[in-house]
């Protein structure tokens, strides 16, 4: 199975943050000032898609488009949460508790032994959906296949709310996948759709019916898998990829013309801004950092890292600001012009769950 939640962003924005916008236009994106603000939508709801708004699309263009829409400063950090939430409920059904998370709001389970428990796959499906919905306030759609990459066709058959099965037998699966465009199939990208429509190839069931001699002139030593997933042929196993965890934050900052040593107000400056960048984003993403560690590359392009840690995890921009400015004074050679400097967080924990669920109810 592959899951995927519906306008995921945009649902938890309504569902989950402001019930009152369920069934109404929504985006998430900046505000876009009566047509006058700057920036893109983020994620837009199925009934602000129906106005014609997609992600992407400038948000004084969607403003156009539905001027009724709401436009709300996304979260990450309610994203990551409801993520969690969803991706927990997918172990408790998949085989063997593995499950294979493709991005915050996807992933493909194996309930080739679970199912077994049903009257079909799609009674499970519906359970699935069921579960994430009462649990999460989530909407979500299923893809029931073979394989992952016929699953994860599938899921898109038939959004919002959604369940396609593809049966198990070679010749259904083929079926399914005959009519549709080669970008359908995930890996294939505009540039490689674009290759393949200049040799005439435009939907799956014309690479089915061709050889892989007569496909190679198009896609070289991509043809065999090509080939396969054309046909619907994938053996992948499903690996759990393990709990989401991000191991760093950085930033650093090339000079225009090499800085002096004694311009150590300019110098801090620019530390102090990448630690601001790396403050908003550790709060944003409910993470705290425990080690500190500056880079600095001098004018003759040696380079040293060095690294401090903080007796308290902390998420405060004060503190590491503080920290990196300190380890860069002492650190640093006082008679080199610098190049470079950056700032990088390690050692991150998760604000506690607990805590995040507080602020958000
Ligand atoms: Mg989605």
């Not at 994106?29 to 992407?56: L, Q, W």
């Not at 172990?91 to 077994?116: H, K, N, Q, T, W």
Request: hydrophobic residues 35%.
């Amino acid at each position: 199975m592959h899951i995927d939640m519906d306008a995921f962003f945009a649902s938890v924005e309504a569902y989950r943050n402001h019930p009152e916008l369920v069934g109404m236009p929504v985006c998430v994106g900046h505000d876009p000032k009566g047509g006058t603000g700057r920036g893109v939508v983020r994620a837009a709801s199925y009934e602000a898609r129906a106005k014609g708004i997609h992600s992407g699309m400038p948000v004084s263009q969607a403003y156009r488009l539905c001027p009724d829409a709401t436009f709300v400063n996304g979260s990450f950090e309610c994203y990551s949460i409801a993520s969690d939430e969803f991706m927990e409920i997918l172990r408790e059904f998949a085989d063997g508790g593995r499950v294979r998370r493709a991005s915050i709001d996807e992933a493909y389970i194996d309930v080739s032994e679970g199912a077994e428990l049903y009257e079909s796959p799609r009674e499970l499906a519906i359970e699935i959906q069921e579960e994430i919905r009462i649990r999460t306030l989530l909407p979500c759609s299923v893809g029931i296949a073979p394989n992952m990459s016929v699953a994860k066709i599938a899921t898109g058959m038939n959004k919002p709310r959604g369940i396609t099965l593809v049966g198990p037998d070679p010749v259904d699966v083929e079926k399914f996948l005959d009519p549709l465009s080669v970008d359908a199939l995930n890996g294939v990208g505009k540039k490689t759709a674009e290759r393949l429509q200049k040799f005439g190839i435009e939907t799956l069931g014309q690479i089915q019916r061709m050889t892989i001699p007569e496909l190679w002139p198009a896609m070289g030593r991509s043809s065999v898998w090509l080939h396969r997933r054309a046909r619907g042929i994938d053996e992948r196993p499903i690996i759990d990829n393990g709990p989401r965890v991000r191991k760093s934050i950085s930033k650093d900052r090339t000079f225009m013309k090499d800085i002096a040593p004694e311009e150590f107000d300019y110098l801090h400056e620019a530390l102090r801004t990448m630690c601001t960048r790396i403050g908003e984003k550790l709060r944003k993403k409910a993470l705290r950092f425990k080690t500190v560690t500056v880079k600095m590359r001098y004018s003759d392009y040696s380079t040293i890292q060095r690294s401090r840690s903080i007796p308290v995890e902390s998420d405060a921009t004060s503190l590491l600001e503080k920290v990196a400015i300190e380890i860069f004074e002492q650190k640093r050679n006082h008679n080199k012009s610098m190049r470079l400097v950056g700032v990088k967080v390690s050692q991150l924990s998760e604000v506690s769950e607990q805590l995040c669920l507080t602020e958000f109810l």
